[in-house]
């Protein structure tokens, strides 16, 4: 049986305990290299108040015969109610994808031309979820209720119930329901310049009209003022 002497012993128990120490210094020094760079992983798409104005060119049909098309314009404002950011990990530890999901009540108002009939005014208080991806594209469901006012652009008569005929003075009241999906590309989300476009479709219904729902598609194309700021 091989013996030791306590030289021996002693010796490799200072090697061992030499080898456990380079271990935990080394250990160490991987922690504070993570946290070194800690502090350059950018937060800003997960901390952020962001607020949207916004313009929209509309073009709208009416589906019955004949088939009219009709322009006109919306004014909104985007007020974030909801947020709830999503982070993936990018190619990097340090350079991760933040994608945004959010929900927005914008206020609406708008008009919409009809040539030789009525102009419509109206407002919506609109619902919105808006998901946006990491390099700055986005997608948007909109839920709308509102009212709407036709202002008469030519002479109306209404026939009564006697067969004689009245001039309707004013215009119409409506309730106005519908949606839209929108897509864009917000330019705040990975640069500084506070702007987005989008354009999409939708579909509106008013009533009373005559008594029954009407039904009208519309297109728009539209630009917007992202008001972006980081919280500290």
């Not at 929209?56 to 947020?83: E, H, Q």
Request: contains cysteine; aromatic residues 18%.
């Amino acid at each position: 049986m091989q013996r030791y002497s306590l030289r021996q012993y002693m010796k490799n128990y200072l090697l061992n305990i030499s080898l456990c120490l380079v271990f935990i210094i080394n250990a160490a020094s991987m922690q504070a290299q993570d946290n070194k760079y800690k502090d350059i992983i950018k937060t800003e798409g997960l901390k952020n108040k962001k607020y949207l104005a916004s313009a929209s060119l509309i073009a709208d049909v009416d589906l019955f015969k004949p088939t009219i098309l009709n322009t006109g314009m919306t004014f909104s404002g985007g007020i974030r109610l909801l947020y709830k950011p999503k982070l993936n990990k990018g190619k990097s530890t340090y350079s991760p994808r933040i994608i945004e999901r959010e929900i927005f009540i914008k206020p609406t108002f708008g008009f919409i031309y009809r040539k030789r009939y009525n102009t419509a005014l109206f407002f919506i208080p609109e619902l919105a979820y808006r998901h946006t991806f990491y390099k700055g594209f986005f997608m948007e469901l909109n839920f709308d209720a509102g009212y709407m006012y036709t202002k008469l652009n030519a002479p109306v008569y209404e026939r009564k119930k006697d067969g004689t005929f009245k001039k309707e003075p004013f215009g119409y009241h409506n309730l106005m329901l519908g949606g839209k999906l929108v897509a864009g590309y917000d330019f705040s989300k990975n640069s500084k310049t506070p702007l987005a476009i989008n354009a999409g479709f939708g579909v509106f219904y008013r009533y009373p009209s005559n008594g029954f729902w009407i039904k009208h598609v519309y297109g728009e194309i539209g630009l917007s003022y992202v008001f972006r700021r980081i919280k500290e």
